[in-house]
T-cell receptor
């Protein structure tokens, strides 16, 4: 069965420090990979996605992620975080073929402190 | 509209009541998804529509859950005889593409927070 694991439920970090949010997936078929952000009382907003090609993907708000097929990972990074990055971050996968049903991880709460 | 809208934003129901949650997708979007997000968890797939056809309802947790999209635009998720375990945020998402998955972006609404007392 396909699954997504986000290894850290909470990540505290100081403002302007770098951050990495980890995501691993399990699948026997080709996947597309996504990172979404959820601010309080709002819906999910797409940060970036990997479909094919270059394994380094750049997204909005200065975030980037790298697809590593051998390690089945898709970690999210930002070199310098801001207070406004405090939110819940979700990694998700969908499977090529069929339709774009998303399977989400449990989420990582990023808390940026001044 | 500019994005996906959902109503109501908050719903409190007594156990045993029926509720109906509405989703207005982005105009022209063919695909529509419903997800359930329990407190502290990631969203979980409930059901999928392509236009008015419900192609996958494998995630609906029980026969008390029913979804429809009769004209291929607005969708309603109905929960009959609500139980406390139904308390969650219900998210709707739409995307423009149908057919074979190409990794198209899903655009999410703000969700409806359902609390069953």
């Amino acid at each position: 069965a396909q699954s997504v694991t986000q290894l850290d439920s909470q990540v505290p970090v100081f403002e302007e420090a770098p951050v990495e949010l980890r995501c691993n997936y399990s699948s026997s078929v080709s996947v597309y990979l996504f990172w979404y952000v959820q601010y309080p009382n709002q819906g999910l907003q797409l940060l970036l996605k990997y479909l094919s090609g270059s394994t380094l993907v750049k997204g909005i708000n200065g975030f980037e992620a790298e697809f590593n097929k051998s390690q089945t990972s898709f970690h999210l990074r930002k070199p310098s975080v801001h207070i406004s990055d405090t939110a819940e971050y979700f990694c998700a996968v969908s499977f090529s073929g069929g339709y774009n049903k998303l399977i989400f991880g449990a989420g990582t709460r990023l808390a940026v402190h001044p | 509209g500019a994005g996906v809208s959902q109503s109501p934003r908050y719903k409190v129901a007594k156990r045993g009541q029926d509720v109906a949650l509405r989703c207005d997708p982005i105009s022209g979007h063919v695909s529509l998804f419903w997800y359930q997000q329990a407190l502290g968890q990631g969203p979980e797939f409930l059901t999928y529509f392509q236009n008015e056809a419900q192609l996958d309802k494998s995630g609906l947790p029980s026969d008390r859950f029913f979804a429809e999209r009769p004209e291929g635009s607005v969708s309603t998720l109905k929960i009959q005889r609500t139980q406390q375990e139904d308390s969650a945020v219900y998210l709707c998402a739409s995307s423009s593409h149908s057919g074979r998955n190409r990794g198209d972006t899903q655009y999410f609404g703000p969700g409806t927070r359902l609390t069953v007392l």
